[in-house]
């Protein structure tokens, strides 16, 4: 039998999602990548065609961050996995908002046969930190629910 951190690479892999979760990963590092005083005026958005995009505050601090691009690409290197973050792009909006648009989005309803729902309820078990294990359900059941992914 494997163990539950064995086990979570494996199903990452098998579902084609280690770059989603790296990428994850990277966004939830940006305020210890960057600093605080960064990161209180710009925040990551997501990752698209190994572009990391970033909401800024104001016109400046695109600025500032648009010079500092080769500094940040630097910074960023080590913590990108299979992310594969080659550039940097700023846009201005609410960076308030930005960082809580994951949490404020409604969750999409998806239907899954039952001997799905049991082994994604079965590879979440094992977790004890119910925020990971309640994001962890929720990437499982997308993955396993995507129409692009059916033979």
């Keep these: ?5 064995a086990l979570i690479p494996s199903l990452f892999a098998s579902f ?4 989603k979760l790296d990428e994850h990963r990277l966004i939830a590092a940006w305020p210890r990548i960057v600093g605080p005083q960064i990161a209180a005026h710009a925040s990551p958005r997501d990752v698209r065609a190994k ?4 909401v800024v505050d104001s016109s400046t601090w695109l600025h500032q961050l648009t010079l500092l691009k080769p500094l ?5 290197g080590p913590h990108t996995g299979k992310a594969e ?3 940097v792009r700023f846009v201005i909006g609410d960076v308030s908002a930005s960082a809580d648009a994951t ?7 998806r239907f899954l046969p039952p001997e799905d729902e049991a082994a994604v309820d079965h590879a979440v078990s ?9 994001s962890l359900r929720r990437l ?6 995507d129409p692009s992914r059916k033979s």
């Design 1 to 5: 039998m494997r163990s539950t951190e």
């Design 140 to 145: 499982l059941r997308k993955a396993a629910a």
């Design 51 to 54: 572009t990391l995009w970033v």
């Design 103 to 109: 949490d404020a989005r409604p969750p999409t309803a």
């Design 16 to 19: 084609g999602l280690t770059a």
């Design 126 to 134: 094992a977790l004890s930190d119910a925020e990971v294990r309640e």
């Design 85 to 87: 973050v080659r550039d």
């Design 72 to 76: 940040l690409l630097a910074k960023l």
